[in-house]
């Protein structure tokens, strides 16, 4: 079975600060890796995604990420953290778990940047 | 937007009743994916349709059914309604049936309050 792990529940950051948010996942086979954001309210939005290739992938917003196999880590990551930025994280992995692709996705991390 | 539309936006019922949640995918995407989101289980995929038909079955209670129309709607049913089914569900779309890595598009989703 698939699985994803955000270990933070919430991580606090000064704005203009550099910001990560972690996640580690278990799949077996090759994963499709997800960030989605979640403001209040409001439904989950895409942020960005790995398929395959450059482990490092651009997304919305300045977000990015990096994919590393061997630590089974995909951590978003953005240079300088704006307040606007602050709201749920989640992410989330797709893998061929009995012939589906269903998206698993971890619990959540709250992103909270201090003005 | 994510072009996925989902009503009603609030519902309150009390235990034992029986409702309806209707939802309309972002307009291409021929899969239409169910979650409950709750403070404590976090987000848990229900069901998924593709092209009207089900394509695979997650944490769904035998009390609740879903089923996807020609035109691509899909509505999810929760009967004898109990406190605990309380939660925020979400309806999400993607293209193709989960093997491309396609992301999902959710709704804003309906918040479920059972008295």
């Known amino acids: 079975a698939q699985s994803v792990a955000q270990p933070e529940d919430q991580v606090n950051v000064a704005e203009g600060n550099p910001l990560t948010v972690k996640c580690t996942y278990s799949?077996?086979?090759?994963?499709?890796l997800f960030w989605y954001v979640q403001y209040p309210n409001r439904g989950l939005q895409f942020l960005l995604k790995y398929i395959t290739g450059d482990n490092l992938v651009k997304g919305s917003y300045g977000f990015e990420a990096e994919f590393n196999k061997s630590q089974t880590s995909f951590h978003l990551k953005k240079p300088s953290a704006l307040v606007s930025d602050s709201a749920l994280y989640f992410c989330?992995?797709?893998?061929?778990?009995?012939?589906?692709?269903?998206?698993?996705f971890g619990r959540g991390t709250s992103l909270i940047v201090h003005p | 937007d994510s072009g996925v539309t989902q009503t009603p936006k609030h519902l309150i019922t009390a235990t034992g009743q029986r409702v309806t949640l209707r939802c309309s995918p972002r307009?291409?995407?021929?899969?239409v994916y169910w979650y409950q989101q709750s403070l404590d289980q976090g987000l848990q995929f229900l069901i998924q349709?593709?092209?009207?038909?089900?394509?695979a079955k997650g944490n769904i209670l035998e009390r609740f059914s879903a089923q996807q129309f020609p035109d691509l709607h899909s509505e999810l049913n929760l009967s004898s309604l109990e406190l605990g089914d309380s939660a925020l569900y979400f309806c999400a779309s993607s293209v193709g049936a989960g093997g491309t890595g396609s992301p999902l598009h959710f709704g804003n989703g309906t918040r479920l309050t059972v008295t």
């Open positions: 799949v077996s086979g090759n994963p499709y």
């Open positions: 989330a992995v797709r893998g061929p778990s009995g012939g589906s692709y269903i998206p698993t």
């Open positions: 349709y593709y092209n009207g038909e089900e394509r």
């Open positions: 307009s291409g995407d021929l899969s």
